[in-house]
């Protein structure tokens, strides 16, 4: 297992930024208006670019931005935005550079001239760069990460029992691997699964504070670097590779790939047997509890809902000869693409062959039903999530001061801890221990006094649908108020996580 390069290309979402001007107010463009404006005070769909690059160098890059809608950043000759096609090669282009704060400029390939906001309107006038051309880039991907070094090839994990950050996961099965990126105040917090934050001393912090505050430089690709402000920066130090600050790294040490916390799970029979890979690459439903073997990254396209289940071995399950599924598949076989099918948060999966998997009597995994029954339905539990955090259309789910109900339109998201009830089934309990209640009207509050059942289920590596106690599928609304009210799944029904 340790022999796995695990890290793959990163994602597209995992290049995407938010760009935040001297203000505060974030670039956005104006779908209707066909304008670039900088007014906007949070992150949302309209303020996150992709960068993409066509000659990065060092410090600096050509680039171009591209929103969520496929179109363009442009600068005109006048000095004014728009957005749009390009209608020539360097149309659209910018020479991006990297300034040791942090901070980002983009100057305009034909005019010479930066782009620059006067915190309302946003344009490209001048020629010297000053103060107001500088843009602050905050990673547009959920907040739910991991961070890989690809000069130690493992990823950062985080150890309760001693208070530190080790990087030295060469598989980031472990719930212990995931950190929640907290943006605040141009800084940031990484707070650990079990509710810490790395801190300036080396140690895990109880509560955030300026001790947990860290400035994060962000390359295209999804590179980035923690530094304290100082003079110290963050990485991978002596033979264990303890994650702390220092001012010497050598040979990069200190930038890390910044993904989404991936989706592991695990699968139990009709049995209540785990399915779990024995003599290197059989899969038998034998082990009465979960072990790394027992462990499948969830890796579905979102638009077909074609699966691949990887194992911790680095392959991924295949349909072979005699109908047979075992741990040996690469990427692109076709014998590792699954159908899926749900049936009350019970997963039931097609083989290639067009038939679905069971269990046989000696545990062992074949692809043998012609139609699926109690034996080809498999428990599925989320194996490195002990909590959800839920973005949807409009923001993240959340608490509001100004509004009892639940919110779908948050910048900073709250955790929903998961307490398993039944495989699919879930109570959700709020940040200070009660649980969510649901109203009448489909509405939600944190701070009910007995567990409710909820049911989720996959659409994708990162994306579940959630049934509601009240039978309807919980749903973000554009009034920013979350909603259990649809029959059917539809887009404000499914959220990232």
């Given at each position: 297992m340790d022999d796995v390069e695990w890290t793959q290309s990163p994602k597209p979402e995992e290049l995407r930024v938010g760009l935040i001007s001297w203000a505060g107010s974030y670039l956005t463009y104006e779908t209707y208006k066909n304008i670039v404006t900088a007014t906007a005070r949070g992150l949302g769909r309209r303020q996150t670019w992709e960068i993409l690059v066509s000659n990065q160098h060092d410090a600096q890059a050509v680039v171009r931005l591209r929103s969520f809608q496929g179109l363009y950043l442009l600068c005109e000759a006048d000095g004014s935005l728009s957005y749009g096609r390009p209608r020539t090669s360097h149309h659209g282009c910018f020479l991006l550079r990297f300034h040791r704060n942090?901070?980002?400029?983009?100057q305009c390939i034909i005019s010479g001239r930066y782009l620059e906001s006067d915190g309302e309107d946003v344009f490209c006038n001048s020629r010297v760069?000053?103060?107001?051309?500088?843009?602050?880039?905050?990673?547009?991907?959920?907040?739910?990460?991991?961070?890989?070094?690809?000069?130690?090839?493992?990823?950062?994990r985080a150890d309760p029992t001693t208070g530190r950050v080790w990087v030295d996961a060469p598989v980031p099965c472990l719930e212990e691997c995931g950190f929640l990126l907290h943006f605040q105040d141009g800084c940031y917090h990484l707070e650990t699964s079990t509710h810490f934050f790395l801190s300036h001393l080396d140690r895990l912090a109880p509560q955030p504070s300026s001790q947990t505050a860290f400035h994060m430089q962000v390359r295209p690709g999804g590179l980035v670097a923690l530094s304290d402000g100082e003079g110290g920066i963050l990485y991978p130090q002596g033979t264990r590779l303890l994650l702390g600050l220092g001012s010497s790294p050598h040979r990069g040490e200190e930038w890390f790939i910044l993904q989404r916390c991936p989706t592991w799970v695990s699968l139990r029979s009709k049995t209540q047997k785990?399915?779990?890979?024995?003599?290197d690459v059989e899969v038998y439903a034998a082990s009465e509890h979960v072990t790394p073997m027992s462990l499948f990254q969830f890796e579905c396209d979102n638009e077909s809902l074609a699966l691949q289940l990887r194992a911790a071995n680095g392959c991924y399950l295949a349909q072979r000869h005699h109908r047979t599924v075992v741990a040996n598949g690469h990427p692109m076989e076709s014998g590792t693409f699954f159908h899926m099918h749900w049936n009350c948060g019970r997963i039931i999966l097609q083989a290639p062959n067009g038939r679905f998997l069971?269990?046989?009597?000696?545990?062992?995994?074949?692809?043998?039903?012609t139609i699926p029954g109690p034996?080809?339905?498999?428990?599925?539990?989320?194996?490195?999530?002990?909590?959800?955090?839920?973005?949807?259309?409009?923001?993240?789910?959340?608490t509001s001061s100004e509004h009892d109900l639940m919110k779908c339109n948050m910048d900073q998201p709250d955790c929903i801890h998961l307490l398993p009830c039944r495989q699919g089934i879930y109570h959700f309990q709020a940040q200070g221990g009660s649980f969510w209640s649901i109203t009448s009207f489909g509405t939600f509050r944190p701070w009910g006094k007995f567990a409710l059942n909820f049911c989720i289920e996959l659409h994708g590596s990162n994306l579940l649908t959630v049934l509601a106690p009240n039978g309807f599928y919980m749903r973000s609304d554009r009034s920013g108020t979350l909603l259990a009210d649809s029959e059917e799944i539809t887009k404000e029904c499914i959220w990232e996580f």
């Open positions: 942090g901070k980002w400029t983009l760069l000053s103060a107001y051309h500088m843009w602050t880039p905050r990673p547009a991907l959920h907040v739910h990460v991991i961070l890989y070094s690809p000069i130690n090839h493992c990823y950062a785990f399915l779990s890979i024995i003599y069971g269990i046989i009597d000696n545990g062992l995994l074949m692809a043998k039903a034996n080809e339905e498999f428990g599925i539990r989320l194996a490195n999530r002990p909590f959800l955090v839920l973005r949807g259309r409009y923001g993240y789910v959340g």
